[in-house]
């Protein structure tokens, strides 16, 4: 049985390696960030941490999955997933969680039936 992916509506959007953003990110359509952000990202869909990326910032969104380094909060109304080799200095709240072997998370986890995530403009 196939791992179930992230709902995605088309292509994501690909912040690249060697990026590097500050502020405030608000998306509506699948993201994955493989450089540095810095802020707070909120968004509608589904979000993707690539393995490079290195992120200092509250997120909140539908389906969350992490590869790479994140310090911050961590919402999600459907799931989270940490890939090996993640890292998550922060708190999750999310319905589902789920962890790989390898991962280093440091931080509370509260499990709770869905929470809408507001949508992006």
């Known amino acids: 049985m196939a791992a179930k992916e992230p709902r995605r509506r088309g292509e994501a959007?690909?912040?690249a390696h060697g990026s590097a953003f500050k502020g405030?990110?608000?998306?509506?359509?699948?993201?994955?960030?493989?450089?540095k952000f810095e802020g707070e990202i909120k968004g509608s869909d589904a979000l993707e941490i690539g393995p490079q990326a290195k992120i200092q910032a509250h997120i909140e969104a539908t389906y969350v999955v992490v590869y790479g380094h994140v310090t911050g909060n961590v919402v999600a109304s459907e799931k989270v997933e940490l890939k090996q080799g993640a890292?998550?200095?922060?708190?999750?709240?999310?319905?589902?969680?789920?962890?790989?072997d390898?991962?280093?998370?440091e931080?509370?986890?509260?499990?709770?039936?869905?929470t809408p995530v507001a949508k992006a403009s």
């Not at 890292?87 to 790989?100: H, Q, V, W, Y």
């Open 13 to 15: 959007t690909i912040f």
């Open 24 to 35: 405030i990110l608000n998306f509506g359509r699948a993201l994955k960030i493989l450089g």
């Open 87 to 100: 890292t998550l200095i922060g708190n999750i709240r999310s319905p589902k969680l789920e962890i790989d």
């Open 102 to 105: 390898g991962v280093i998370f």
């Open 107 to 114: 931080g509370q986890c509260e499990m709770k039936s869905a």
